[in-house]
Antibody
Framework: EVQLLESGGGLVQPGGSLRLSCAAS????????MNWVRQAPGKGPEWVST????????NFADSVKGRFTISRDNSNNTLYLQLNSLRAGDTAVYYC????????????WGKGTTVTVSS | EIVLTQSPATLSLSPGERATLSCRAS??????LAWYQQRPGQAPRLLIY???NRATGVPARFSGSGSGTDFTLTISTLEPEDFAIYYC?????????FGPGTKVDIK
């Protein structure tokens, strides 16, 4: 079964940092671009970042550019998102999602991990 | 940035009825538009990609059409599990963008 499982969310103070992980299983991880998408409470999804199969190219939403870093470890089938300089507006459920096409649609989603930025 | 607008914001229908949802793009996205379904407490689920292609496992009652700036998702006969929020998403240009959603609720 194709699965994505996020972890690493939690409560963090403004200005703090977190690293999210996404463990992939049931498919050949290294063959797919991967993405992070977030959803603030009561809002629609917001694309955050995309990484190519090798990690050689990345894209970011303007709202997170310079603060967030996306990376992957193909040997361990894991996707990462490093969140720095966090703000209240970054509070959301963060989903990892598999790419379909380029630029991508998103054909497989994890269940999400919650990030809350608050003092 | 390509802005996606969805209408109506809410669609109140009964099981067995036909649902027609609209998504309009601020500029042409060719056929690079997807539709997602999100049930409460769940992640979005891909229904339709590239305007008219059903994703794996999606029932045939879901269909998509359109190109350029105007797109439609049709649910031919609403089942109880179809009452949810539906989002469109374009992959024509970076940044990837989503519409604000249409909530299909029970009348």
């Amino acid at each position: 079964e194709v699965q994505l499982l996020e972890s690493g969310g939690g409560l963090v103070q403004p200005g703090g940092s977190l690293r999210l992980s996404c463990a992939a299983s049931g498919f050949t991880f290294s063959n797919y671009g991967m993405n992070w998408v977030r959803q603030a409470p009561g809002k629609g999804p917001e694309w955050v970042s995309t990484i190519t199969t090798t990690g050689g190219s990345t894209n970011f939403a303007d709202s997170v550019k310079g603060r967030f870093t996306i990376s992957r470890d193909n040997s361990n089938n894991t996707l990462y998102l490093q969140l720095n300089s966090l703000r209240a507006g970054d509070t959301a459920v963060y989903y990892c999602a598999r790419s379909k096409g380029w630029p991508p649609h998103l054909d497989v989603w994890g269940k999400g991990t919650t990030v809350t930025v608050s003092s | 940035e390509i802005v996606l607008t969805q209408s109506p914001a809410t669609l109140s229908l009964s099981p067995g009825e036909r649902a027609t949802l609209s998504c309009r793009a601020s500029q042409s996205v060719s056929s690079y538009l997807a539709w997602y379904q999100q049930r409460p407490g769940q992640a979005p689920r891909l229904l339709i990609y590239d305007a008219s292609n059903r994703a794996t496992g999606v029932p045939a009652r879901f269909s998509g059409s359109g190109s350029g700036t105007d797109f439609t998702l049709t649910i031919s006969t609403l089942e109880p599990e179809d009452f949810a929020i539906y989002y469109c998403q374009q992959r024509s240009n970076w940044p990837l963008t989503f519409g604000p959603g249409t909530k299909v609720d029970i009348k």
